[in-house]
C-alpha cells in the first residue's frame, strides 16, 4: 500500500469560500502532482511539483494554488470556491526517474 | 508530449485473455510506455512499464513492437474485478523538471460472467 493520504475525503461549501485540500506522503518522493478528474472522464494535470519550492502548472487551467515547503505536504488552495469547481482532486507522488505514480484517495467536493 | 490513442471500451467474459492495443507514433527515443488501471472513485494505480520488447509481471504482460509506435497490454484470465479504466500514457522518465504524464480518455474494460 502507497502512503499517500488526503483529507478531507468529501467537502460540501458554499460558493466563495476559501477551502485548502491536504496532501501528504510519507514515501520521501520528490515528485507531487494534482488532477482534477469529473465522474467518468478523463484525469487533467492541474499543478505539479519536483521538490521542495519547485511548483508548476499542468494542462489544465485551474484557479486553484499550490506550495511545497516540505517535501511530504502538497496542499492545494482554492481562494473562492465556485460551482464550476465540483470535482474529484486526486493527489499522486512519485520517485524522480520513475513513472510510477501512487495516487492518494482523493478528495470529492461540492461547491454550491 | 507523445500523444496516444486506445479504444473506448472493449467487453470480455470471464476467464479470456484481453488485450489493449495503444497507439503512440509519435513517440520520442527517451520515452517509456506505462499502463495504469483505475476503478470508479479511486485514484489510478500502476500497471506495468516497458521500453521496447516485451515486460511481463504478475498482473499483466506489455508487448512492444521494435518501431515502438504501439504497444499492446495483455491481461491474462480476466475475472470480473478486473472491469476498470485502462489508460496508456507515454513520457520521459526524466531526473528532472519537465516530465509530467497526460490521461487519456483511457479504455473502459467491462467483464462479463
Known amino acids: 500500500e502507497a502512503d499517500i493520504y488526503q483529507t478531507p475525503r468529501y467537502l460540501v461549501i458554499g460558493t466563495g469560500k476559501k477551502i485548502t485540500l491536504e496532501c501528504s506522503q510519507t514515501?520521501?518522493?520528490?515528485?507531487m502532482y494534482w488532477y482534477q478528474q469529473d465522474p467518468g472522464m478523463e484525469l487533467h494535470l492541474i499543478h505539479y511539483?519536483?521538490?521542495?519550492?519547485?511548483?508548476e502548472k499542468g494542462d489544465l487551467s485551474s484557479e486553484s494554488t499550490v506550495s511545497r515547503i516540505r517535501t511530504e505536504h502538497f496542499p492545494l488552495t482554492l481562494e473562492s470556491a465556485r460551482p464550476s469547481h465540483t470535482s474529484q482532486y486526486l493527489c499522486?507522488?512519485?520517485?524522480?526517474?520513475?513513472?510510477?505514480?501512487?495516487f492518494g484517495p482523493g478528495t470529492r467536493l461540492t461547491v454550491l | 508530449l507523445a500523444k496516444t490513442t486506445q479504444p473506448i471500451s472493449m467487453d470480455s467474459y470471464e476467464g479470456q485473455e484481453v488485450n489493449i492495443t495503444c497507439s503512440h507514433n509519435?513517440?520520442?527515443?527517451?520515452?517509456?510506455i506505462t499502463w495504469y488501471q483505475q476503478f470508479p472513485s479511486q485514484g489510478p494505480r500502476f500497471i506495468i512499464q516497458?521500453?521496447?520488447t516485451k515486460v511481463t509481471n504478475e498482473v499483466a504482460s506489455l508487448f512492444i513492437p521494435a518501431d515502438r509506435k504501439s504497444s499492446t497490454l495483455s491481461l491474462p484470465r480476466v475475472s470480473l474485478s478486473d472491469t476498470a479504466v485502462y489508460y496508456c500514457?507515454?513520457?520521459?522518465?526524466?531526473?528532472?523538471?519537465?516530465?509530467?504524464?497526460?490521461f487519456g480518455g483511457g479504455t473502459r474494460v467491462l467483464v462479463k460472467p
Open positions: 511539483s519536483y521538490g521542495v519550492n519547485s511548483t
Open positions: 509519435n513517440i520520442a527515443t527517451n520515452d517509456y
Open positions: 500514457l507515454v513520457g520521459a522518465v526524466a531526473q528532472a523538471a519537465g516530465n509530467k504524464l497526460t
Open positions: 514515501m520521501g518522493h520528490d515528485k
Open positions: 499522486a507522488s512519485a520517485v524522480l526517474g520513475s513513472n510510477e505514480q501512487f
Open positions: 516497458g521500453y521496447k
